[in-house]
């Protein structure tokens, strides 16, 4: 009896891995291992293998950057933002983290069937809107219609096009011994926002997204420093998933004080309540900065600066090569291994 | 009751307008419609007004063009191809049509949950194979997983990036009077091969898909002519779409000889079967070319001499100035309008 149960159970775990599961597309472990075991085998160059948010392209005498990044955020509209407004603050972000200066935007649509006229105004206003204010083109597009039932209202893909002019290198492989990490704000906005608006939960004080545009806030931390070594916005998975990457990627340990860490007394109410560690909620407007120690003060100065830095902190420091661990500091006194997640916490966040 | 019943009428469209209709995405008038009345008002800016298919961007001393697309194709294999061979080379064609040598790839995946893993990994290999018999390099990329029942197996959105070094302008606006006008090859193969095996059809001698890359002939032709004037592929909405189109931009009217349009015998069976003009069909492997009448001699030829063109044919010319019309020499002799297609023929063709 047991042992059939066994087998049944085998079998379906077996054919499980057959299938794409909503984890995959976490950006957690399973995400991980499905671009490293499906998608580089077959796709696997230079550029591409760096798994960098964009990818940093020589072309006769220009450094150019491309990222793309599709947003499938459910609901569309939620507190702070829209779909609009993250699918251009998304790729400006992720071209930022390459140290570009985001300039051209493609956006193509899929749009469900039946999807409401007014709503797609709004958000095509959104677009418009945030392109502007953050002096990015949007220069080419794609419109596609599927049948009600076959996508869900709308999804968007951006993809941009930036100029590196940055003299140092920036790299999720380019953590160095002693670099020191700034987080520029607080953590879990964005993904608890999305959340208590899908689930139609009330907290105590509302919860918005921190959904922002970041290159004025990188622009002026390359112009102070040259001794930047990393950068990463982290969305999908939150700071747990993107500290863990880099510590993968550069081979280092990282060592993080969980009570320098900013989280709005809000979030982390919510977090509790349905039991989610804040480390692993998305973020649209925030990033993590890696740079060498002589440079940390004026760096954390520059963000500070401006609106959307003013609660950035250093939330801890590089240590020694290793095969890639993030030691939490916790709040209580203990140390503890930061995991990247495994499964799926918060579907469709972005 | 008559006058009741219209009101109901009246109602009902004025509702449906309000909605995404399945035709909003078809290449057709309502295509049209959707991007000028609600994309362009917000996003208008000189690259995009244009609405070619791929943004001609200045930058520094280089042109690049961009370009992208989201592929929706149902079903994603199918005779001659699938989508992401399909996804490859669309956005490379369009890349061409603008004139550019294809550079870099982006490939962004919704993947609904509960895709076979083998089914990716064969559409991951297809995209491979063909960027690499290409020669184009897939850059970055990005994966997101919806929910069973949110998406359609697997959308992919590929977004490019080329270098443009012609010294003539290519451009749907820049048709000019006495343009002879070159079909590079048969038409309707790839929308009948869809077609026929979506809804399982069986017709005499089977129909593939002719999605091809065009990069070798575009280099070869703009190599021998100076006086390329406008290029573009056939995709949604067929010929008569393209053509309309152009007509319309460059302000002219095209006068097309039906006889001289080649389609394949068991293509044009099918669509007599089902009622649908050929001309109307999608394309993923075909181009019209608009060239100067001293130049269409040696452009046909080096058409003619690629695998992929040795089809090739004059189908027409460009007449006088006009609102934009295309008129049509029919096989029976007689003269007709070629209007563009206003609702959907073939749902998700691409």
Redesign the interface.
């Known amino acids: 009896m047991i042992k059939s149960f066994l087998f049944d159970l085998k079998l379906k775990v077996k054919r499980m891995?057959?299938?794409?599961?909503?984890?995959?597309?976490?950006g957690g472990t399973l995400?991980q291992q499905?671009?490293e075991a499906?998608?580089l085998p077959?796709?696997h160059?230079p550029?591409?293998n760096l798994l960098d948010d964009?990818?940093l392209?020589n072309?006769?005498?220009?450094r150019?950057c491309?990222?793309?990044?599709?947003y499938?955020v459910?609901p569309i509209f939620f507190p702070g933002g829209d779909i609009g407004k993250l699918a251009v603050c998304g790729t400006i972000n992720d071209m930022c983290m390459c140290g570009g200066k985001p300039?051209?935007l493609?956006?193509?649509?899929?749009?469900?069937?039946?999807?409401?006229?007014?709503d797609?105004?709004r958000v095509?206003?959104s677009?418009?809107n945030t392109?502007k204010a953050a002096g990015v083109?949007?220069?080419?597009?794609?419109?596609?219609?599927?049948?009600h039932?076959?996508?869900?209202k709308i999804?968007i893909?951006s993809?941009g096009?930036g100029?590196v002019s940055y003299s140092g290198t920036i790299s999720g492989t380019n953590a160095r011994n002693g670099d020191i990490i700034i987080l520029s704000g607080t953590i879990g906005d964005h993904g608890m926002a999305v959340m208590s608006q899908r689930e139609g939960l009330r907290f105590s004080g509302e919860i918005f997204s921190d959904v922002a545009h970041l290159n004025e806030i990188v622009r002026d931390i390359l112009d102070v420093s040259s001794n930047i070594h990393c950068m990463r916005d982290p969305t999908r998975g939150g700071i747990a998933s993107v500290l863990n990457e880099i510590a993968d990627k550069s081979k280092k340990r990282f060592l993080i004080d969980e009570e320098t860490i900013p989280v709005r007394p809000q979030v982390r109410g919510a977090c509790e309540i349905l039991g989610i560690d804040p480390m692993y909620v998305a973020n649209e407007g925030k990033m993590l900065v890696f740079v060498a120690p002589e440079d940390a003060g004026k760096v954390l100065d520059k963000i500070r600066s401006h609106p959307l830095g003013k609660e950035a902190a250093i939330i801890g420091k590089v240590g020694e090569d290793s095969e890639g661990e993030v030691i939490l500091n916790t709040l209580i006194g203990g140390k503890r291994i930061l995991d990247r997640p495994t499964g799926e916490i918060l579907?469709?966040i972005c």
């Not at 891995?17 to 976490?26: N, P, T, V």
């Open positions: 891995d057959k299938k794409i599961l909503l984890a995959h597309g976490s995400s499905l671009i499906h998608f077959s796709l160059n550029i591409l964009g990818a392209i072309f006769e005498d220009l150019l491309m990222s793309t990044d599709t499938v459910d300039l051209y493609s956006i193509a649509v899929i749009i469900e069937e039946g999807f409401s006229m007014a797609l105004d095509i206003a677009i418009a392109a083109h949007v220069v080419t597009g794609d419109t596609k219609v599927v049948p039932g076959k996508g869900d999804f893909n993809t096009i100029h579907p469709r």
